[in-house]
Protein backbone atom coordinates (compact mmCIF):
# COMPACT_ATOMS: atom_id res chain seq x y z
CA UNK A 1 0.00 0.00 0.00
CA UNK A 2 1.32 3.53 -0.76
CA UNK A 3 2.43 5.96 1.35
CA UNK A 4 0.73 8.52 -0.78
CA UNK A 5 -1.52 8.39 -3.68
CA UNK A 6 -1.23 10.75 -6.66
CA UNK A 7 -3.82 12.00 -9.21
CA UNK A 8 -3.72 11.74 -12.45
CA UNK A 9 -1.71 8.88 -12.90
CA UNK A 10 -1.00 10.23 -16.62
CA UNK A 11 -1.51 13.86 -17.87
CA UNK A 12 -1.29 15.13 -21.00
CA UNK A 13 -0.87 18.88 -22.28
CA UNK A 14 -0.09 21.45 -24.44
CA UNK A 15 2.87 23.86 -24.12
CA UNK A 16 1.61 26.54 -22.42
CA UNK A 17 -0.82 25.35 -20.46
CA UNK A 18 -1.20 24.86 -16.74
CA UNK A 19 -0.97 21.53 -14.72
CA UNK A 20 -1.91 20.64 -11.52
CA UNK A 21 -0.77 17.27 -9.99
CA UNK A 22 -2.27 16.44 -6.94
CA UNK A 23 -0.86 14.08 -3.77
CA UNK A 24 -2.47 12.68 -1.21
CA UNK A 25 -1.40 11.22 1.94
CA UNK A 26 -2.81 8.18 3.44
CA UNK A 27 -2.18 9.52 6.91
CA UNK A 28 -1.40 12.73 8.62
CA UNK A 29 1.88 13.82 8.19
CA UNK A 30 4.43 17.18 8.20
CA UNK A 31 7.20 15.96 5.95
CA UNK A 32 6.59 16.12 2.10
CA UNK A 33 8.32 16.59 -0.96
CA UNK A 34 7.99 16.67 -4.40
CA UNK A 35 10.54 15.39 -7.23
CA UNK A 36 10.51 14.90 -10.70
CA UNK A 37 12.25 11.98 -12.62
CA UNK A 38 13.12 12.91 -16.69
CA UNK A 39 12.65 9.37 -18.55
CA UNK A 40 15.91 8.12 -18.41
CA UNK A 41 17.40 10.37 -15.94
CA UNK A 42 18.09 10.81 -11.98
CA UNK A 43 15.62 11.40 -9.35
CA UNK A 44 15.38 15.21 -8.49
CA UNK A 45 14.34 17.41 -6.13
CA UNK A 46 11.90 20.45 -6.59
CA UNK A 47 10.55 21.02 -3.20
CA UNK A 48 10.03 20.35 0.48
CA UNK A 49 6.81 21.03 2.58
CA UNK A 50 7.20 21.24 6.57
CA UNK A 51 3.96 21.91 8.65
CA UNK A 52 2.31 23.49 5.48
CA UNK A 53 5.37 25.98 4.59
CA UNK A 54 7.67 25.07 2.31
CA UNK A 55 10.82 24.59 3.62
CA UNK A 56 13.88 24.19 1.21
CA UNK A 57 13.77 24.56 -2.61
CA UNK A 58 16.04 23.36 -5.51
CA UNK A 59 17.03 25.67 -8.29
CA UNK A 60 14.80 23.81 -11.13
CA UNK A 61 11.84 24.71 -8.89
CA UNK A 62 11.35 28.67 -10.18
CA UNK A 63 8.56 31.02 -10.68
CA UNK A 64 6.69 28.62 -12.88
CA UNK A 65 6.37 26.13 -10.42
CA UNK A 66 4.39 26.67 -6.98
CA UNK A 67 3.01 24.23 -3.96
CA UNK A 68 -0.16 24.49 -1.98
CA UNK A 69 -1.59 22.52 0.61
CA UNK A 70 -5.66 23.97 -0.62
CA UNK A 71 -8.08 21.86 1.89
CA UNK A 72 -5.32 20.70 4.54
CA UNK A 73 -4.58 17.35 3.63
CA UNK A 74 -4.07 17.36 -0.44
CA UNK A 75 -0.77 18.71 -1.74
CA UNK A 76 -0.93 20.60 -5.48
CA UNK A 77 2.38 20.71 -7.76
CA UNK A 78 1.08 23.39 -10.21
CA UNK A 79 2.93 24.40 -13.24
CA UNK A 80 2.03 27.71 -14.94
CA UNK A 81 3.48 27.32 -18.15
CA UNK A 82 4.43 24.06 -19.04
CA UNK A 83 7.17 23.79 -21.81
CA UNK A 84 8.60 20.28 -23.50
CA UNK A 85 11.61 19.95 -21.11
CA UNK A 86 9.02 19.67 -18.47
CA UNK A 87 7.95 16.42 -19.99
CA UNK A 88 8.46 13.86 -16.66
CA UNK A 89 7.35 12.05 -13.99
CA UNK A 90 6.40 13.49 -11.03
CA UNK A 91 6.38 12.03 -7.24
CA UNK A 92 5.46 13.22 -3.87
CA UNK A 93 7.03 11.61 -1.30
CA UNK A 94 6.61 11.89 2.69
CA UNK A 95 9.05 11.87 5.28
CA UNK A 96 9.42 11.86 8.64
CA UNK A 97 11.95 14.65 8.91
CA UNK A 98 15.51 14.75 9.75
CA UNK A 99 18.13 12.32 8.24
CA UNK A 100 15.29 9.66 7.85
CA UNK A 101 14.36 7.80 4.58
CA UNK A 102 10.84 8.95 2.31
CA UNK A 103 8.43 6.99 1.14
CA UNK A 104 7.43 7.76 -2.56
CA UNK A 105 3.80 7.95 -4.19
CA UNK A 106 3.34 5.85 -7.41
CA UNK A 107 4.25 9.02 -9.85
CA UNK A 108 2.32 11.42 -11.97
CA UNK A 109 3.55 10.89 -15.47
CA UNK A 110 3.08 14.42 -17.00
CA UNK A 111 3.89 14.69 -21.34
CA UNK A 112 3.67 18.17 -22.56
CA UNK A 113 2.90 18.31 -26.36
CA UNK B 1 29.63 19.03 -5.30
CA UNK B 2 28.05 16.11 -3.73
CA UNK B 3 28.47 12.89 -6.08
CA UNK B 4 26.80 9.97 -6.20
CA UNK B 5 27.81 6.84 -8.63
CA UNK B 6 25.95 4.05 -9.36
CA UNK B 7 28.36 0.72 -10.88
CA UNK B 8 27.51 -1.22 -13.09
CA UNK B 9 24.97 0.71 -15.23
CA UNK B 10 23.10 -2.66 -16.11
CA UNK B 11 23.59 -5.51 -15.38
CA UNK B 12 22.40 -9.03 -16.34
CA UNK B 13 22.25 -12.14 -14.00
CA UNK B 14 20.86 -15.80 -14.22
CA UNK B 15 18.31 -16.67 -11.78
CA UNK B 16 20.72 -18.07 -8.64
CA UNK B 17 23.66 -16.04 -9.80
CA UNK B 18 24.32 -14.01 -7.04
CA UNK B 19 26.13 -10.10 -7.25
CA UNK B 20 26.71 -7.18 -5.70
CA UNK B 21 25.65 -3.53 -7.00
CA UNK B 22 27.87 -0.38 -6.00
CA UNK B 23 27.32 3.23 -4.93
CA UNK B 24 30.34 5.10 -4.39
CA UNK B 25 29.96 8.65 -2.63
CA UNK B 26 32.05 11.64 -2.19
CA UNK B 27 30.14 13.73 0.17
CA UNK B 28 31.09 16.13 3.27
CA UNK B 29 29.70 14.34 5.62
CA UNK B 30 27.69 11.60 5.17
CA UNK B 31 24.33 11.82 7.36
CA UNK B 32 22.76 8.77 5.84
CA UNK B 33 22.46 6.27 2.56
CA UNK B 34 19.20 5.20 1.32
CA UNK B 35 18.92 2.13 -1.20
CA UNK B 36 15.21 1.86 -3.17
CA UNK B 37 14.14 -0.28 -6.09
CA UNK B 38 12.30 1.48 -8.67
CA UNK B 39 9.78 -0.90 -11.41
CA UNK B 40 9.29 0.80 -14.64
CA UNK B 41 7.00 3.71 -14.50
CA UNK B 42 6.70 3.30 -10.98
CA UNK B 43 8.07 5.23 -7.55
CA UNK B 44 10.63 4.27 -6.02
CA UNK B 45 10.41 2.08 -2.98
CA UNK B 46 12.48 1.91 0.44
CA UNK B 47 15.16 -0.88 1.30
CA UNK B 48 16.95 0.13 3.59
CA UNK B 49 18.59 2.99 5.58
CA UNK B 50 22.63 2.97 6.45
CA UNK B 51 23.92 5.68 8.64
CA UNK B 52 27.50 4.46 9.78
CA UNK B 53 30.54 2.43 8.32
CA UNK B 54 30.21 -0.88 8.94
CA UNK B 55 26.65 -0.99 9.38
CA UNK B 56 24.59 -3.87 7.35
CA UNK B 57 20.70 -4.33 6.50
CA UNK B 58 19.10 -7.63 5.11
CA UNK B 59 15.86 -8.34 3.52
CA UNK B 60 14.93 -11.58 1.62
CA UNK B 61 18.02 -12.18 -0.79
CA UNK B 62 19.56 -8.17 -0.52
CA UNK B 63 22.01 -7.18 1.96
CA UNK B 64 23.11 -3.71 2.35
CA UNK B 65 26.82 -2.42 3.65
CA UNK B 66 27.97 0.74 4.25
CA UNK B 67 32.02 1.71 3.96
CA UNK B 68 33.36 5.42 4.44
CA UNK B 69 33.27 5.61 0.44
CA UNK B 70 30.71 3.07 -1.17
CA UNK B 71 27.94 1.52 -0.17
CA UNK B 72 27.00 -2.65 -1.75
CA UNK B 73 23.95 -4.06 -2.34
CA UNK B 74 24.34 -7.67 -2.38
CA UNK B 75 21.91 -9.74 -4.18
CA UNK B 76 21.89 -13.65 -3.40
CA UNK B 77 20.29 -16.03 -5.68
CA UNK B 78 18.51 -13.65 -7.24
CA UNK B 79 15.01 -14.70 -8.94
CA UNK B 80 13.34 -13.27 -12.02
CA UNK B 81 10.96 -10.51 -9.98
CA UNK B 82 13.94 -9.18 -8.67
CA UNK B 83 14.77 -7.70 -11.67
CA UNK B 84 14.11 -3.54 -11.47
CA UNK B 85 16.47 -0.38 -11.01
CA UNK B 86 18.15 0.04 -7.65
CA UNK B 87 18.41 3.94 -6.88
CA UNK B 88 21.05 4.55 -4.11
CA UNK B 89 20.47 8.25 -2.55
CA UNK B 90 22.92 10.19 -0.05
CA UNK B 91 22.11 13.02 2.80
CA UNK B 92 25.47 15.01 3.96
CA UNK B 93 26.16 17.94 5.52
CA UNK B 94 23.52 19.98 6.95
CA UNK B 95 20.78 18.84 4.46
CA UNK B 96 17.70 17.13 4.63
CA UNK B 97 17.43 16.20 1.19
CA UNK B 98 19.32 13.33 -0.65
CA UNK B 99 20.83 13.45 -3.41
CA UNK B 100 20.09 10.08 -6.14
CA UNK B 101 22.74 8.19 -8.21
CA UNK B 102 21.14 7.46 -12.01
CA UNK B 103 20.29 3.88 -10.89
CA UNK B 104 21.71 0.18 -11.80
CA UNK B 105 19.41 -2.10 -13.40
CA UNK B 106 19.40 -5.19 -13.09
CA UNK B 107 17.43 -8.07 -15.67
CA UNK B 108 17.40 -11.69 -14.04
CA UNK B 109 16.89 -14.15 -16.47
CA UNK B 110 15.30 -17.22 -15.34
Known amino acids: EPEVTQTPSHQVTQMGQEVILRCVPI?????FYWYRQILGQKVEFLVS????????KSEIFDDQFSVERPDGSNFTLKIRSTKLEDSAMYFC???????????FGPGTRLTVL | EDQVTQSPEALRLQEGESSSLNCSYT??????LFWYRQDPGKGPEFLFTLYSAGEEKEKERLKATLTKKESFLHITAPKPEDSATYLC???????????FGRGTSLIVHP
Open chain 1, 93 to 103: ARGTGGYNEQF
Open chain 2, 27 to 32: VSGLRG
Open chain 2, 89 to 99: AVLSGGSYIPT
Open chain 1, 27 to 31: SNHLY
Open chain 1, 49 to 56: FYNNEISE
